[in-house]
Protein backbone atom coordinates (compact mmCIF):
# COMPACT_ATOMS: atom_id res chain seq x y z
CA UNK A 1 0.00 0.00 0.00
CA UNK A 2 2.76 2.26 0.77
CA UNK A 3 4.68 1.47 -2.67
CA UNK A 4 1.62 2.06 -4.12
CA UNK A 5 0.78 5.80 -2.72
CA UNK A 6 4.71 6.64 -3.29
CA UNK A 7 4.08 6.02 -6.68
CA UNK A 8 0.83 7.96 -6.91
CA UNK A 9 2.76 10.87 -5.14
CA UNK A 10 5.84 10.64 -7.52
CA UNK A 11 3.73 10.37 -10.47
CA UNK A 12 1.35 13.62 -9.64
CA UNK A 13 5.12 15.51 -8.61
CA UNK A 14 5.90 14.89 -12.43
CA UNK A 15 3.03 15.99 -13.71
CA UNK A 16 3.09 19.45 -11.99
CA UNK A 17 6.60 19.72 -13.16
CA UNK A 18 5.82 19.41 -16.52
CA UNK A 19 3.20 21.57 -16.74
CA UNK A 20 5.43 24.65 -14.47
CA UNK A 21 8.13 23.91 -17.65
CA UNK A 22 5.63 24.10 -20.74
CA UNK A 23 4.35 27.19 -18.90
CA UNK A 24 7.89 28.66 -18.72
CA UNK A 25 9.05 28.07 -22.46
CA UNK A 26 5.40 29.37 -23.72
CA UNK A 27 6.12 32.58 -21.57
CA UNK A 28 10.06 33.29 -23.04
CA UNK A 29 9.34 32.68 -26.94
CA UNK A 30 5.81 34.42 -26.85
CA UNK A 31 7.44 37.29 -27.99
CA UNK A 32 9.11 35.02 -30.57
CA UNK A 33 6.33 33.32 -31.59
CA UNK A 34 5.76 34.72 -35.45
CA UNK A 35 9.48 34.77 -35.59
CA UNK A 36 10.49 31.85 -38.24
CA UNK A 37 13.52 29.81 -36.69
CA UNK A 38 16.35 31.46 -38.94
CA UNK A 39 15.51 35.16 -38.03
CA UNK A 40 18.40 37.59 -37.89
CA UNK A 41 17.35 41.57 -36.96
CA UNK A 42 19.28 43.59 -39.72
CA UNK A 43 19.94 47.44 -39.38
CA UNK A 44 17.27 48.84 -41.73
CA UNK A 45 19.39 51.98 -42.64
CA UNK A 46 22.01 50.12 -43.86
CA UNK A 47 19.36 48.58 -46.14
CA UNK A 48 17.82 51.61 -47.23
CA UNK A 49 21.39 52.84 -47.93
CA UNK A 50 22.51 50.37 -49.95
CA UNK A 51 19.12 50.00 -51.89
CA UNK A 52 19.37 53.84 -52.51
CA UNK A 53 23.06 53.87 -53.87
CA UNK A 54 21.87 50.57 -56.07
CA UNK A 55 18.81 52.79 -57.17
CA UNK A 56 20.82 55.32 -57.87
CA UNK A 57 23.18 53.23 -60.13
CA UNK A 58 20.84 52.16 -61.99
CA UNK A 59 18.79 54.90 -62.69
CA UNK A 60 21.53 57.57 -63.29
CA UNK A 61 24.51 55.31 -64.61
CA UNK A 62 26.63 57.44 -62.31
CA UNK A 63 29.27 55.86 -60.26
CA UNK A 64 28.60 56.83 -57.18
CA UNK A 65 31.14 57.56 -54.05
CA UNK A 66 32.06 54.65 -51.64
CA UNK A 67 30.21 54.81 -48.56
CA UNK A 68 31.26 57.44 -46.07
CA UNK A 69 32.78 56.19 -42.66
CA UNK A 70 31.32 57.38 -39.44
CA UNK A 71 30.02 59.88 -41.61
CA UNK A 72 25.76 60.11 -41.47
CA UNK A 73 24.26 59.63 -45.14
CA UNK A 74 20.69 59.29 -46.27
CA UNK A 75 20.78 58.03 -49.93
CA UNK A 76 18.17 59.94 -52.05
CA UNK A 77 17.32 59.83 -55.82
CA UNK A 78 15.97 62.89 -57.81
CA UNK A 79 14.82 62.91 -61.27
CA UNK A 80 17.99 64.85 -62.00
CA UNK A 81 20.88 64.11 -59.57
CA UNK A 82 21.53 61.64 -56.06
CA UNK A 83 22.21 63.32 -53.31
CA UNK A 84 24.14 62.03 -49.80
CA UNK A 85 22.69 64.16 -47.02
CA UNK A 86 23.93 64.51 -43.29
CA UNK A 87 21.54 65.01 -40.91
CA UNK A 88 23.97 66.47 -38.74
CA UNK A 89 26.02 69.29 -40.82
CA UNK A 90 22.40 69.61 -42.83
CA UNK A 91 24.09 69.46 -46.17
CA UNK A 92 24.30 67.14 -48.48
CA UNK A 93 28.31 65.04 -48.13
CA UNK A 94 27.95 65.57 -51.93
CA UNK A 95 25.57 65.46 -54.99
CA UNK A 96 26.53 62.98 -58.18
CA UNK A 97 25.13 63.26 -61.70
CA UNK A 98 25.42 62.60 -65.25
CA UNK A 99 24.82 65.88 -67.53
CA UNK A 100 24.50 64.22 -70.89
CA UNK A 101 24.37 66.80 -74.15
CA UNK A 102 20.82 66.54 -74.20
CA UNK A 103 20.14 67.70 -71.10
CA UNK A 104 22.52 71.25 -71.12
CA UNK A 105 19.54 72.63 -73.34
CA UNK A 106 15.87 73.30 -72.52
CA UNK A 107 13.20 75.43 -71.56
CA UNK A 108 12.48 75.04 -68.64
CA UNK A 109 12.47 78.35 -66.58
CA UNK A 110 13.38 79.06 -62.60
CA UNK A 111 10.34 78.21 -60.68
CA UNK A 112 8.94 81.27 -58.86
CA UNK A 113 9.52 80.90 -54.65
CA UNK A 114 11.84 77.89 -56.12
CA UNK A 115 13.81 77.07 -52.72
CA UNK A 116 12.06 74.26 -50.37
CA UNK A 117 12.57 72.07 -47.65
CA UNK A 118 13.53 68.49 -48.22
CA UNK A 119 10.72 67.03 -45.96
CA UNK A 120 12.10 63.61 -47.22
CA UNK A 121 15.03 64.68 -44.41
CA UNK A 122 15.09 64.80 -40.83
CA UNK A 123 13.13 67.48 -39.34
CA UNK A 124 15.81 70.41 -38.18
CA UNK A 125 16.53 70.60 -41.41
CA UNK A 126 17.42 73.72 -43.52
CA UNK A 127 14.77 76.44 -44.39
CA UNK A 128 14.84 79.43 -46.07
CA UNK A 129 14.73 80.94 -42.59
CA UNK A 130 18.01 79.94 -41.96
CA UNK A 131 19.79 81.71 -44.71
CA UNK A 132 17.38 84.68 -44.69
CA UNK A 133 20.25 87.64 -43.61
CA UNK A 134 22.69 85.34 -43.13
CA UNK A 135 25.48 86.91 -45.25
CA UNK A 136 25.56 83.90 -47.65
CA UNK A 137 24.21 82.79 -50.51
CA UNK A 138 22.36 79.22 -51.23
CA UNK A 139 24.70 77.50 -53.53
CA UNK A 140 23.31 74.87 -55.70
CA UNK A 141 25.67 71.28 -55.75
CA UNK A 142 23.69 70.43 -58.99
CA UNK A 143 23.31 73.37 -60.64
CA UNK A 144 19.94 74.45 -61.85
CA UNK A 145 21.19 75.08 -65.14
CA UNK A 146 21.88 71.24 -65.66
CA UNK A 147 18.19 70.89 -65.02
CA UNK A 148 16.40 73.01 -67.69
CA UNK A 149 15.63 69.84 -69.47
CA UNK A 150 12.67 69.01 -67.19
CA UNK A 151 10.33 70.93 -64.89
CA UNK A 152 10.61 68.27 -62.16
CA UNK A 153 14.32 68.19 -62.25
CA UNK A 154 14.45 71.95 -62.21
CA UNK A 155 11.93 72.01 -58.95
CA UNK A 156 14.44 69.36 -57.26
CA UNK A 157 17.55 71.22 -57.61
CA UNK A 158 16.03 73.82 -55.63
CA UNK A 159 15.50 71.88 -52.45
CA UNK A 160 17.78 72.58 -49.77
CA UNK A 161 19.44 69.15 -49.17
CA UNK A 162 20.77 70.26 -52.51
CA UNK A 163 22.55 73.67 -51.17
CA UNK A 164 25.22 74.86 -49.11
CA UNK A 165 26.16 78.50 -47.45
CA UNK A 166 28.24 79.52 -50.05
CA UNK A 167 30.13 83.05 -50.51
CA UNK A 168 27.96 85.52 -52.92
CA UNK A 169 31.23 86.14 -55.25
CA UNK A 170 32.01 83.00 -55.77
CA UNK A 171 28.40 81.22 -56.57
CA UNK A 172 28.37 84.33 -59.17
CA UNK A 173 31.98 83.75 -60.34
CA UNK A 174 34.72 81.21 -60.48
CA UNK A 175 31.40 78.05 -58.80
CA UNK A 176 29.58 79.42 -62.25
CA UNK A 177 32.54 78.68 -64.16
CA UNK A 178 33.17 75.69 -63.62
CA UNK A 179 29.51 74.63 -64.34
CA UNK A 180 29.07 76.38 -67.55
CA UNK A 181 32.73 74.57 -68.32
CA UNK A 182 31.10 71.17 -67.37
CA UNK A 183 28.24 71.71 -69.71
CA UNK A 184 30.83 72.55 -72.98
CA UNK A 185 32.40 69.28 -72.07
CA UNK A 186 28.79 67.30 -71.93
CA UNK A 187 28.12 68.86 -75.30
CA UNK A 188 31.74 68.22 -76.74
CA UNK A 189 31.68 64.73 -75.25
CA UNK A 190 28.14 63.55 -74.92
CA UNK A 191 28.44 63.12 -71.25
CA UNK A 192 30.26 63.56 -68.09
CA UNK A 193 29.68 62.32 -64.47
CA UNK A 194 29.76 65.11 -61.71
CA UNK A 195 30.37 64.88 -58.59
CA UNK A 196 30.24 67.87 -56.09
CA UNK A 197 29.66 68.79 -52.60
CA UNK A 198 30.95 70.47 -49.46
CA UNK A 199 34.49 70.79 -47.69
CA UNK A 200 34.40 70.55 -44.02
CA UNK A 201 37.92 71.06 -42.19
CA UNK A 202 38.52 69.49 -39.15
CA UNK A 203 38.12 72.55 -36.82
CA UNK A 204 34.94 73.97 -35.29
CA UNK A 205 32.57 74.99 -38.12
CA UNK A 206 30.19 78.50 -38.38
CA UNK A 207 26.58 78.01 -38.45
CA UNK A 208 23.74 79.97 -39.87
CA UNK A 209 20.07 80.25 -38.82
CA UNK A 210 18.09 78.33 -36.06
CA UNK A 211 18.69 75.19 -37.51
CA UNK A 212 22.34 75.70 -37.24
CA UNK A 213 22.65 74.97 -41.34
CA UNK A 214 27.00 74.40 -41.18
CA UNK A 215 28.77 77.03 -43.38
CA UNK A 216 31.50 75.13 -45.21
CA UNK A 217 35.07 75.76 -45.36
CA UNK A 218 35.46 74.91 -49.00
CA UNK A 219 33.72 73.23 -52.06
CA UNK A 220 35.12 70.56 -54.22
CA UNK A 221 34.15 69.16 -57.72
CA UNK A 222 35.04 66.04 -59.94
CA UNK A 223 34.32 65.52 -63.50
CA UNK A 224 34.80 62.23 -65.30
CA UNK A 225 34.79 61.64 -68.79
CA UNK A 226 34.68 58.69 -70.78
CA UNK A 227 33.37 59.26 -73.56
CA UNK A 228 36.05 60.68 -76.98
CA UNK A 229 39.21 59.19 -77.42
CA UNK A 230 40.68 58.43 -73.82
CA UNK A 231 39.29 58.68 -70.29
CA UNK A 232 39.93 61.36 -68.55
CA UNK A 233 39.49 62.97 -64.83
CA UNK A 234 39.51 66.78 -63.36
CA UNK A 235 39.01 68.33 -60.07
CA UNK A 236 38.85 71.71 -58.60
CA UNK A 237 38.60 72.93 -55.11
CA UNK A 238 37.44 76.60 -54.34
CA UNK A 239 37.92 77.81 -50.68
CA UNK A 240 33.95 79.21 -49.69
CA UNK A 241 35.87 82.85 -49.20
CA UNK A 242 37.16 83.11 -53.12
CA UNK A 243 35.14 85.09 -56.00
CA UNK A 244 36.11 85.37 -59.43
CA UNK A 245 39.37 84.05 -59.95
CA UNK A 246 39.78 81.73 -63.17
CA UNK A 247 38.86 78.07 -63.04
CA UNK A 248 42.51 77.22 -64.20
CA UNK A 249 43.67 78.35 -60.47
CA UNK A 250 41.68 75.82 -58.67
CA UNK A 251 42.13 72.51 -60.61
CA UNK A 252 43.31 69.64 -58.82
CA UNK A 253 43.60 66.00 -59.54
CA UNK A 254 40.56 63.58 -58.52
CA UNK A 255 43.28 61.79 -56.26
CA UNK A 256 44.34 65.48 -54.66
CA UNK A 257 40.64 65.82 -54.02
CA UNK A 258 39.82 62.14 -52.82
CA UNK A 259 43.27 63.32 -50.25
CA UNK A 260 41.00 66.23 -48.70
CA UNK A 261 37.80 64.94 -48.41
CA UNK A 262 38.60 61.46 -47.36
CA UNK A 263 35.94 60.43 -50.20
CA UNK A 264 36.46 57.67 -52.75
CA UNK A 265 35.02 58.70 -56.45
CA UNK A 266 34.39 56.48 -59.20
CA UNK A 267 35.21 53.16 -57.38
CA UNK A 268 34.59 51.17 -60.66
CA UNK A 269 36.92 52.31 -63.20
CA UNK A 270 38.85 50.02 -64.78
CA UNK A 271 42.15 49.34 -63.29
CA UNK A 272 43.87 50.27 -66.65
CA UNK A 273 42.60 53.58 -66.99
CA UNK A 274 42.48 54.80 -62.79
CA UNK A 275 45.65 55.88 -62.59
CA UNK A 276 45.76 58.23 -65.74
CA UNK A 277 41.73 59.21 -65.09
CA UNK A 278 42.37 60.19 -60.97
CA UNK A 279 45.92 61.53 -60.86
CA UNK A 280 46.72 63.46 -63.86
CA UNK A 281 44.99 66.81 -64.21
CA UNK A 282 45.38 68.74 -67.29
CA UNK A 283 42.94 71.27 -68.47
CA UNK A 284 44.13 71.88 -71.49
CA UNK A 285 43.11 68.24 -72.34
CA UNK A 286 39.34 69.32 -71.74
Known sequence: ??????????????????????KCTSSNNAGNADRPTNFVAKNPTNEVETKGKADAKQKFDVDIPLALKNTPEQILTRKGYVVSYNK??????????????EHVNGEVKRPNNAWHEDTDVPSGRATTSDYKGSGWTRGHMCPA??????????????LYSNCCPQNGNLNNGTWNQIELA????????????IVSGPILYNQEHATIG???????E?????????????????GFVCKNSDGNGKKDLYVNSIKQVERITGMTFFPHLPKNVVERVKSEANLDEW
Open 218 to 234: AFFKVILCQDGSQPKGI
Open 210 to 216: ENKVVVP
Open 145 to 158: GDNKWDSEAMYESF
Open 182 to 193: CRRWAERYGSVQ
Open 88 to 101: ETKLPNWVAWRLTA
Open 1 to 22: MRRYLLSVVILLLLAVIGVFST
